[in-house]
């Protein structure tokens, strides 16, 4: 006979719209979840790897160990990882945007991080055995990202792909804005380019949207 055992949240958020936001120590790749009224998960993976912290470790360090979650607008959240002092914040997509913190006695790092809080785009973390709360103020890099999903999220896709150009400037290596820029160019008719940001955004769907947009042309 097998044993049915519910999950077990280890905390949980709720977002603008009423929806609940948790954080669990299953890990099955489902570690996050997004619930509606009737407790059905309804959150989107369609990042690279499923939200949930580092996706590859070794055996002696373990999976992440998720126990703490936050949700701010336009479905952005955060994701607190104790067992690496590591917060990872997602767009509603699944896709991660940014990386910060770690275990350690420098600047921005900590002992034993056990809650996030966040007030406008500012962090707050609380370190249990230090008791401490520390406050964190975003980079350029993470101003310029999040004003990237804000924009692309009500629809000023013109605005989201500017800022989506920035983000890459600052960062060659955030591929989610390749894609970004190239919904824009797609958006123009502009296919060939389009094309070209979906490769390096590694965005396989949109790819084949504008592949076939070009060949329909030819």
Known sequence: MVQFVPTEFT???IDEDGFIYAVSADNNNEDV????????????????????????YTSEAGPPRLTDIDVTDCEIYSVLDAKRGRIF???GDGYLLYVFGGLGN?????????AIERINDNFLILD??????????PTEYG??????????????EEKAAEMFTRAVHLNANFEYAYGGIGKAFLRKGDYTSAVEHFKESMDRRNYSKAMSFIAVRN
């Open 11 to 13: 905390n949980m958020d």
């Open 33 to 56: 979840k997004r619930l509606n009224a009737q407790g059905i998960d309804i959150l989107r993976r369609d990042g690279y790897v499923p939200p949930g912290g580092d996706f590859r």
């Open 89 to 91: 914040t997602y767009n």
């Open 106 to 114: 420098r600047v921005g790092e900590f002992d034993t991080p056990v």
């Open 128 to 137: 249990k055995v230090l008791g401490e709360i520390t406050v964190f103020e």
């Open 143 to 156: 101003r310029v990202v999040n004003e990237a999903i804000r924009s692309y999220y009500h629809g000023n």
